[in-house]
Nanobody, 125 residues
Framework: VQLQAFGGGLVQAGGSLRLSCAASGVTYSSRFISWFRQAPGREREFVAALRWSGGNTYYADSVKGRFTISRNNAKNTVYLQMNSLKLEDTAVYYC???????????????????WGQGTLVTVSS
């Protein structure tokens, strides 16, 4: 069971970046694969989720309309396309997998069983 997040980097405000989460060994039992982020001095927060069966997507209000979560089944990879980036999007981004499938807890980090190592996104002015 492994999640590997990559694709972070330095980008100017208003720019775009795509993160990838390569998932191995979890997809057969996963109900949600999601992205969280944690900025310095702040708690980890929910960004976006994808229901593995059906492909429904869910977003935090702060990123709705700017970020898109998607997947490539053949590659067992989940993406986070981030557009119109803002300074406040600067954070370490983590992908995570939940086997519980409870929609009401999709934004809670405690509902996730497996986590990737995180990739840093820095948005500059």
């Amino acid at each position: 069971v492994q999640l590997q997040a990559f694709g972070g980097g330095l980008v100017q405000a208003g720019g775009s970046l795509r993160l990838s989460c390569a998932a191995s060994g979890v997809t057969y039992s996963s109900r949600f694969i999601s992205w969280f982020r944690q900025a310095p001095g702040r708690e980890r927060e929910f960004v976006a989720a994808l229901r593995w069966s059906g492909g429904n997507t869910y977003y935090a209000d702060s990123v709705k309309g700017r970020f898109t979560i998607s997947r490539n089944n053949a590659k067992n990879t989940v993406y986070l396309q981030m557009n119109s980036l803002k300074l406040e999007d600067t954070a370490v981004y983590y992908c995570a997998s939940s086997t519980r499938g409870i929609l009401s807890s999709v934004s809670s980090s405690g509902a996730y069983d497996y986590w990737g190592q995180g990739t840093l996104v820095t948005v500059s002015s």
